[in-house]
DNA sequence: GAGTGTGAAGGCCTTCACAGCT
DNA sequence: AGCTGTGAAGGCCTTCACACTC
């Protein structure tokens, strides 16, 4: 199907970055961008950026830079499965919750397909557009819907056997936010996203930024702050 | 103060980890962990850890381990400025509202301390225990109360002033939940958590993991699911 | 023997430097 | 001149291999 092999996860998550920012400019077969452009969005060189379109088999052309649709469509051949993904999240707390909103309907290509949880007063409805069910139907669910991704937001008392119960219902990859490492065989692949390392890693370097030389980008042009009104309501 | 220089993120990030899993298994002067053990338990290699733990300046002990008493007041040194830092949240929706309920009160050296939102229904009272202010005391706030972090969870629409309005409010560093990248001055340290790149990340490579050749390690020891009971509130 | 400390090697990822195209 | 494509170099991070210690 693809014949591009080998991409790094670093490449992957800044595919998908640059196609959410892709998305709004393309306007018709006749929109390009210049790498540097597009650099400049993504908080990246532009080598880094010809480098990534280099293994999408994406070729611009001098001056006149790459053709939108040519790198939204090259990138979904990489980031999109053909008939789709479904995943299943698991612990409808505020995180869930969260999530729920945050992905529900959003794409066609993969969405969250069902949420659980053991609470009975969250199961049995709907939570922002996604059904949710008793944690007992899981196993069931995962096999007869075809669910391959499981996104666990338990508290980390039970995110282990949340991981088990997933895989061996028949799940392929993981999303955890649970504040551990899980167990696992090799053939699941695991994705952690760890809010207290985040935080934790902000707050270390904002001290040691300021503190000692610092070498990054001189990063002309940051505006300056006029009275611009703030509205609309926050997600 | 701090002897060590020029820690690298990456090294933080595991640091952060290993205090977690560290903090249960302190049980006065005499506990001990082997390299290996918290490998076990972070997902890394043993080597790492003990590269890590030279970092520290923690030395451990062949046949005995490190002092876990040692290893968190050394990762404390590390990551805990002395005097406490303080993070400012602006939007209070899902997300946000997710992540007060999950870092309020948590650890007295890094907390939230206020929040900030432009709906005057959640503003004036408590979230999951932390102040919720209206958007236009965020400036006078931030400089009175010495808040050093700025946590963003707003639109995206709304990302870049936001981000604008802390670091002109004299905040060092951020942390931002919208998806895209936001421009800054380089005096300002800058750590994005981009949902939908991780959730898109766990998708493309649940996929080329089963598919082609597997490298990881074999995981000897993945438990088989017997009929354990889930119960709990999930959060 | 079992576990640590660490120089050296390796691998992955990014940037440099520059040739080539329009 | 302006921008792309890419070999080569560089930098960061992890792992190997092994001396050393209890």
Partial sequence: MSLV??????T??????????LLPRHEGEGSY???????????VTATQVR??????????????GYRI????SGISNILDAPSGQRAALVGVGHLGAA???HFSGRWRWLHIHAAFDTDP???GGTIHGCQCFPLTDLSHLVRERNIELGIITVPKEHAQEVADLLITSGVRGLLNFAPLRLRHPATIYVENVDLTS????????????SSSALISEPHRGFPSLDDRKLSGGCF
């Fill in 69 to 72: 649709g040519d790198l939204l």
């Fill in 99 to 101: 999530l729920l909103n």
């Fill in 5 to 10: 092999r080998d991409i790094s996860p670093r």
């Fill in 51 to 64: 480098r990534d379109f280099m293994q999408l088999g994406c070729m611009g052309v001098p001056r006149t």
């Fill in 12 to 21: 992957i998550e800044r595919l998908s970055l640059y196609r959410r920012l």
């Fill in 121 to 123: 007063a969250k199961t």
């Fill in 33 to 43: 961008i210049f790498s540097h452009d597009l650099a400049e969005l993504a908080g």
């Fill in 198 to 209: 985040a935080f934790e890693t902000v707050a270390y370097f904002s001290r040691s930024r």
